[in-house]
């Protein structure tokens, strides 16, 4: 087995899924976490000036979702199934396009009320509500998203349900079944045992 470290800012962010599916396939990884005020003098070392970034012994491998894809496969979260593997990249790349939307543009604003207002006015009613409506009829019928066991799909769905009802807790009021599924998966007793020990970050 090599040896992996995944570097990252010390924060959830886009790392956060990454350190779960490692977490939950048993695989040993070192965590190391950028204090934001080394970041200019560690930018510089990173393949594109980015993170995360996975060293895999001396080779780094780049790109937040390629580094997940990576990971859940050597922990066992990718069907082996082409179809079903295909059917967990369409939600990843759905909910990655998703959050990308919504970052891109509570960055425009500087203060608290017009974020918020720009989610429920904008962002809620034209981007989330179609996707968990769609996601609800679907999680009413099944426990998990593609097959009939935890993929890495069901917990980048999770992982940003999460992320969105900490800033929005209400967002899921008329989804129950997607909350029940992020219910279910944070009751995982790997990915439970790693919220519970995780530690606070801002963001
Ligand atoms: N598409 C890349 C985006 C990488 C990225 O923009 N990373 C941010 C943190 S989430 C970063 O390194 N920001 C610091 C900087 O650009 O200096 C991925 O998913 O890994």
Not at 18 to 45: A, L, N, Q, V
Not at 70 to 91: H, I, R
Not at 114 to 124: L, M, N, S, V
Request: hydrophobic letters at 40%; a negative charge.
């Amino acid at each position: 087995m090599p040896e992996y470290k995944l570097i990252y800012f010390n924060a959830k962010g886009t790392a956060e899924l990454i350190r779960w599916i490692f977490t939950h396939g048993g695989i040993t990884f070192t965590d190391e976490r950028i204090e934001m005020e080394d970041w200019p003098e560690r930018k510089s070392e990173m393949p594109h000036g980015k993170v995360p970034v996975l060293m895999i012994d001396e080779e780094p491998l780049v790109q937040s979702l390629a580094i997940a894809r990576f990971a859940a496969k050597e922990a066992g979260l990718v069907p082996e199934d082409n179809l079903e593997a295909a059917m967990c990249d369409a939600l990843v790349d759905t909910v990655n396009e998703m959050m990308k939307e919504l970052y891109d543009n509570v960055r425009k604003y500087d203060d608290d009320d017009e974020k918020q207002k720009y989610f429920e006015e904008i962002f809620f009613p034209n981007h989330l509500e179609p996707f968990l409506k769609n996601l609800n009829e679907r999680l009413s019928e099944k426990e998990w998203f593609v097959t009939d066991q935890l993929t890495w799909a069901d917990l980048m769905l999770a992982r940003t349900m999460m992320q969105i009802t900490e800033k929005h807790p209400d967002c899921l009021e008329n989804f129950s079944d997607v909350a029940a599924h992020m219910e279910r998966v944070c009751e995982v007793p790997s990915i439970k045992e790693w919220i519970e020990n995780s530690p606070e970050t801002a963001f």
